[in-house]
């Protein structure tokens, strides 16, 4: 069978390869990660883990701060990983980028979000590749992680390196895309133990992005033929996971009004050995990630004149879930207590947008806050993970809310209790028998006895 991985660029290096290849094979090289939030964090530490020296870059200083003094902010990564990897001088976050010159390989882990007009913001990536440029030495390997639309890296940031730096790519400085695949949360899969998919600009490029990874992942890279497909490879892996989520958030509501618990209809179909795969619904989709990336690939196929259907569909039935829970509360609230929505006090159980992470970006807990104020209703929050909310561009209104205590007294006083994220560490049979009334959007009291049964509404 011939190899997929076939596209050559025949580039004849000005810079001695076969030497960059061994320094990434033995861990000698020195690695430099820009953009230390939830994916570079745990790739740098996986950095150090297979021996290579490693230097942190972040503008936000706080971030620094905290990492010099052995300090973690990412809830996978444990303060004695970060404080070890410092202490040894193997793990050294900075400020200045220029310390980025003594690194071998580049690796880029900037934001990607959706600008207010929700088109594609590029802004971090190309602000980024223009300092990279003006730092760029022969022999050094660049690669982005962060999610984009197919074309980024080859017709973004090749121009904007070659043009600063007067070098070429694939003969002077190399060029590879090599999307991640973080779960933050999970504690199954770390990223190092996830495969890595990488595509170069030219052969030496993947090549030496491959050493580099197959090191730090003990051999699991998954070469393919460009950087474009690599970014079409992520766009792909979470289109797919924001279309099954939509269609299983559709079926609930359908199942809904025909008296079937969708939760138990896909815990019977998964026991298929083939051809399913369980998808769960919620109160919304959430993170830097799902609610976000299918968009870069709609734009992208905008500018060839193609409409993505599916990603509008999909789109459009996960931004409407807020208001089905919040519709499945007010009929609650109306048929058990005779109460209207006004005045009614509502606790919202996590406004992390997942399970047992801090994260709230995106999370579908500010759309259900919203359209609960906007009927007057008086809202509070209980996270575990989240004392007080963090400053937010899209809800400034909820901005500095703290997270009140899940006590016997306090659920008693609400008249009804949301559960939006189920951590793992909350007692769910505690809310429901202090609780009167539970939307339960995660079925985290599919277990509830008898007594609270009647309490509970699945939405
Ligand atoms: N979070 C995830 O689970 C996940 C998973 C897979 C892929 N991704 C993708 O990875 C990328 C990064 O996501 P994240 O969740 O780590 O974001 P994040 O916001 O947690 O971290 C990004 C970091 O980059 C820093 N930064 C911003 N501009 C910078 C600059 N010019 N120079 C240096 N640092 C800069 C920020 O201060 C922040 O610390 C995104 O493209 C995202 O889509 C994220």
Redesign the pocket.
């Known amino acids: 069978m011939s190899n997929p991985v076939v596209q050559i660029a025949a580039a004849t290096p000005s810079v001695d390869v076969a030497g960059l290849l061994e320094k990434f094979e033995n861990g000698t090289a020195v690695i430099g990660v820009?953009?230390?939030?939830?994916?570079?964090?745990p790739l740098s530490c996986a950095a150090c883990d297979a021996d290579f020296q490693t230097i942190g870059?972040?503008?936000?200083s706080s971030?620094i701060e905290k990492l010099e003094k052995g300090k973690s902010y990412i809830g996978n990564i444990h303060n004695d990983r970060v404080s070890g990897f410092v202490k040894k001088q193997q793990f050294r976050p900075t400020s200045d980028?220029a310390t980025l010159m003594q690194a071998d390989a580049v690796i880029i882990?900037?934001?990607?979000p959706l600008t207010r007009y929700r088109e594609p913001d590029l802004s971090?990536i190309i602000?980024?590749t223009e300092?990279i440029a003006t730092h760029l030495r022969p022999g050094q390997l660049v690669v982005l992680?962060?999610?984009?639309y197919p074309g980024t890296t080859q017709d973004v940031m090749r121009p904007i390196l070659e043009e600063k730096s007067g070098l070429k790519s694939g003969e002077d400085f190399f060029l590879a895309y090599s999307?991640?695949?973080?779960?933050?949360g999970n504690l199954e899969f770390t990223t190092s133990s996830i495969p890595k998919v990488v595509g170069g600009d030219g052969e030496h490029a993947l090549a030496l992005a491959q050493a580099f990874y197959n090191r730090v992942l003990g051999g699991k890279t998954v070469p393919v033929s460009s950087p474009a497909t690599a970014e079409a490879v992520?766009l792909t892996e979470n289109i797919f996971r924001a279309v099954n989520i939509a269609l299983v958030n559709e079926l609930k509501t359908i199942y809904d009004r025909l008296d079937i618990d969708i939760w138990e209809v896909i815990e019977a179909a998964k026991t298929k050995p083939f051809g399913y795969m369980p998808f769960y619904p919620g109160p919304g989709l959430g993170?830097?990630?799902i609610p976000?990336?299918p968009f870069y690939l709609s734009w992208k196929a905008r500018e060839h004149g193609i409409t993505t259907r599916f990603i509008e569909l999909a789109g459009e039935i996960n931004i409407s879930m807020p208001a089905y829970v919040t519709h499945k509360l007010g009929e609650a609230l109306n048929e058990k207590f005779a109460k209207p929505l006004n005045g009614a006090k509502i606790l919202l159980i996590g406004v992390a947008y997942k399970k047992n992470v801090a994260?709230v970006?995106e999370s579908p807990a500010f759309a259900i806050m919203e359209l609960l104020k906007a009927q007057q209703a008086d809202i509070s929050f209980h996270d575990p993970f989240v004392d007080e909310i963090p400053p937010l561009r899209e809800h400034p209104e909820f901005v500095g809310m703290q997270s009140t205590a899940l006590t016997a007294e306090n659920l008693s006083m609400q008249d009804a209790v949301i559960i939006v994220t189920d951590h793992t560490d909350i007692d769910y049979d505690f809310v429901a028998a202090h609780s009167s009334l539970v939307i339960d959007t995660r079925n985290a009291l599919k277990n509830a006895d008898n007594a609270s049964t009647e309490k509970i509404v699945k939405a």
């Open positions: 820009i953009g230390l939030g939830y994916v570079g964090l870059f972040d503008v936000d971030k980028l882990c900037v934001p990607t971090y602000s980024t300092q992680e962060s999610t984009t999307p991640e695949r973080e779960d933050p992520k993170g830097h990630c976000i990336d994260d970006r």
